[in-house]
């Protein structure tokens, strides 16, 4: 087998872009972002490449998760030298990319396995030209799992599902729900950062009872601000339990004013579940879109 | 309402025999059985209980759990007298008994809350005559969760289900399973107790795979010997593997001795799904018969 530059490679100078897909049980970390003394994801997971390419290393990652979050779907890219790749072969053996990606994976997760499984490298691939695991991102979505007051407790959910004891009205919730669909400023449920806008596009924000009873939410949008699905689920709980009505949601949406009746809902249920890219050849333009955009 | 004493009290002297049906996430827990210096689900469960009565009070339990295994079916009963029953009420509130065990179950849980939803009692019954948690039980059926080679791995299973990255052979597995069942000695697969029989009926071993492509194994029989359920997953995973034959469970059956290759498969991914008891009728007469039988 002749050895294949990856397109990549070829087209940038010097830097190879690799894609990562992982999960993670957010209950031990005290968030993705990296702070001084804690762990985090982002801290295990920088430090597990630092040890394989013998440099500190930094990852973009496409949704940044509170203490307590989960992922199934998370995505980062993290970019390597010629040399660093070249470095992952073994000897002067001449390998297919993907046999190093494989290894390169197999290698992460070794050492992270350290942490009992917590998280996994479930991929890792050399990302197309334009890719950027945040800016490149259609959407986010995620989960939020809730056992209501039909349901008998199973302790075995306490560390990925909301014990809600009282019964929640499903339809009420979606009626409350739906009027915030598309693009709207969600500065009433977001903790905004100084400069940076609230608006945003809301795709999906509904809520479905499983075969086993369970509540599941579904909250996708082409990005979210910080806390903005646990303030929307928390706030839809106070409508479920009949205690504001349906219409409240958009009032709070147009006011534009955090509100003090409402409450974060708790972080453990919370599962990011997936980032959309879009197709390869849109992915360089989307990139520069978005940039300019949130910046 | 006129009150009505329980059936239980009058035909007894003097106590009163309440059955607490109870489910927990076994992480937190060094087993069931209480252990000086160690937090254990009956030390919790009986802690409880003496705020409650204020006195010390011991349960009697279906199945000893070990460290790290969970239920959701697990049995108790405990012996209240005539004078604790009605101390329960409120002032000299005339109650049915129905709401004084509600409330027993609601003060109950509210104490074990501070565990933060590890032990949950799902529900507070006055017991039928002659009933006991342990003697009385017709079976007790475990399921036991494994994630195998062909699945991604999903962190937020690490707590319940067992990670096995080498792909199992199910038919294999069914078929090395399948010779155990009926009335054997499992001395090949017990941890014995001195003077203690290790004959059981093994009435279901068996292996399915979900919907979600997670390999559920049950395993039900009118009683267990220590570790008997670990052993015979632990084993029934080396022929999965491939690595002995179908026949070699019924081969150490046959040996009734304890096998070097055998390894107890891990705690986390076991649990205690229900304890069947006979009716009501039939309950007196299978106490004695089974107390005779084993103790």
Redesign the interface.
């Given at each position: 087998m002749t050895y294949q530059e990856p397109a990549a490679l070829q087209r940038d100078s010097g830097f190879l872009r690799i894609r990562l897909d992982l999960?993670?049980?957010g209950g031990p970390f005290s968030g993705w972002a990296i702070q001084p003394g804690r762990t985090t994801v982002q801290g295990a997971l920088e430090e597990a490449l630092a040890l394989l390419l013998r440099r500190p290393i930094r990852v973009t990652v496409a949704g940044r998760t509170d203490a307590g979050v989960?992922a199934?779907g998370q995505v980062v890219h993290l970019d390597l030298t010629t040399a660093e790749w070249s470095g992952l072969r073994r000897g002067a053996d001449v390998e297919p990319n993907v046999a190093l990606l494989r290894r390169l994976r197999g290698a992460l997760n070794r050492v992270l396995g350290d942490l009992?499984?917590?998280?996994?490298v479930?991929n890792a691939v050399v990302a197309p030209p334009g890719f950027d695991a945040r800016f490149s991102a259609l959407w986010r979505r995620y989960s939020y799992r809730i056992a209501d007051g039909t349901l008998?407790?199973?302790?075995?959910l306490?560390?990925?599902t909301l014990?809600h004891k009282a019964p929640l009205d499903l339809e009420r919730m979606n009626a409350a729900a739906q009027p915030l669909l598309g693009l709207q400023d969600f500065l009433a449920f977001c903790k905004p950062r100084e400069g940076a806008t609230t608006v945003r596009e809301l795709q999906r924000f509904e809520f479905n009872r499983g075969t086993d009873g369970i509540l599941l939410a579904t909250v996708q949008a082409d990005a979210f601000c910080h806390n903005m699905v646990r303030s929307l689920v928390g706030a839809a709980l106070l409508v479920g339990e009949g205690r504001e009505g349906t219409s409240w949601l958009q009032e709070r949406l147009h006011a534009r004013i955090r509100d003090a009746r409402s409450k974060l809902a708790p972080a453990h249920p919370l599962?990011l579940e997936e980032v959309r890219y879009p197709s390869d050849e849109a992915l360089h333009q989307r990139a520069h879109q978005t940039r300019a955009l949130r910046c």
């Open positions: 999960g993670y049980d989960h199934r009992g499984g917590a998280v996994e479930h008998q407790w199973d302790p075995l306490r560390t990925t014990w599962v």
